[in-house]
């Protein structure tokens, strides 16, 4: 008799070595031979979820944590999780902050109580960061928490416990980029200073992937509410040669992207998967991100080649300077900057998927739970011009945006230098104005219906943000 356990096991193994082994459905980004995706009903659900839910927590936590943006005497130059990069740090020597992440103090409840209090409705945390080490107990290689590091747990097992008790869904960060893995070949445009031999199997290191996220989806993390893909562009030929004449879709291999987003919505039909490509959608994804940038703007440089598309929106922010923990950036936006974002985002029909580094001992950097507590003030008194929202009839303008949510129309007013009069004109707007009231006291606001204008003076104005309820005819 096999016990009860092991047999669960067993059957979870055969049925994902099954998986991985069914027809791929086509190969690469650019077969394009592939049939249509089409999203099982579960999945067009949670897109739907995820776009009421506007407001969710980027996580970047790995060994690169350890130096945090230090190691020898030498600082990195900007994001800290980058060290291996940057500082050209061998795979061995790496391996030693391995040896070194200890953080006792994690407590998975805490994080959740942190974000559901900030307004946060998911959790987005690196899985496998560039890096290549995973950060839960995987059984295809070694290279994990559990087995390189004194700590021994599998801290995305006891993130997604939590998340499933406190009712808040969790995503998993992936990259497809991989620094140390020796089959991660031909190199792209960074990973040179591994120390790794010149030559690999690029479908093995792909089958290595794929066998991770099985674990990932397999079940044992319960049911996961999507896979946000990095790295892609490491790849991208048109970068690699610097030639804009070649089309921002080619890769140096193929990625093997369908038969991955195939494989996740086998495994967990209702899995949004997106991939932080900065290129047009690919069949097989449920949404869409933009690095740094709210959706149509291109002022961080990676969204060159992005056109927004019909997916679910996401925009993702650094709440300092670094995604990783980096000791030495102490740069922590303002309340007005983030609220500026999550507002930017929604009347943009986007999420905000807002990061924060923890410390290697577990704890989240003081100056962010700081950060936390002021969102915490700001979503539980306007969240409801935010969350369940879709963006608003006007398009967004310099003094802000608007978002709605059926006969209600959110006025977003921003930036009170560029609403430097009272009178803010609502153009585009189909519906006529027929209530006017200030959310932060209920108070009524001045408007025109026949100009579709509403009247803010500057006694009435918040310097975060004046929200100016609407309601309109249809
Ligand atoms: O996970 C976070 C970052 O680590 C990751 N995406 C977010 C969500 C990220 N990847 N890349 N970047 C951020 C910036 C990439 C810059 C690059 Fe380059 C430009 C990579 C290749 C060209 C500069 C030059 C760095 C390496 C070579």
Redesign the pocket.
Known sequence: MIPTRSRRRLSLSLAILLLLALPGGGNSQTSGSEPPYKPAPENLEARKWFQDAKFGLFL?WGIYSVPGGEYKGQNVKG?A??IM?RLKIPIPEYEQFATQFNPTEFDAAEWVRLAKQAGMKYITITSK??DGFAMWDSKVSDYDIVDRTPYKKDVLKMLADECQKQGIKLFF?HSHLDWHHPDYYPRG??GEFSGRPESGDFNKYLDYMDAQLAELLGGHYGRVAGIWF?GWWDQQLR?MKDDRSIPATQTQVDWRLRRTYDLIHRLQPQALVGN?HHVAPFEGEDFQMF?KDLPGQNTAGFNVDSKIGQLPLEM?ETTNDS?GYKKSDKNFKPLKTLVGYLVGAAGRNANLLLNIGPQPTGKFPPEAVEQLKQLSGWTSKYGDSIYGTRGGPVAPQKWGVTTQKGNKVYVHVLDNEAANGEEITLAGMAGKIKKAKLMSNGGDVKFDATKNTVYVPKSSRDPIDTVVVLEVTK
């Open positions: 970047h994001i999780e980058w990069y960061h560039h960060y445009r960074t990095d970068r932080n690095e993702c995604w």
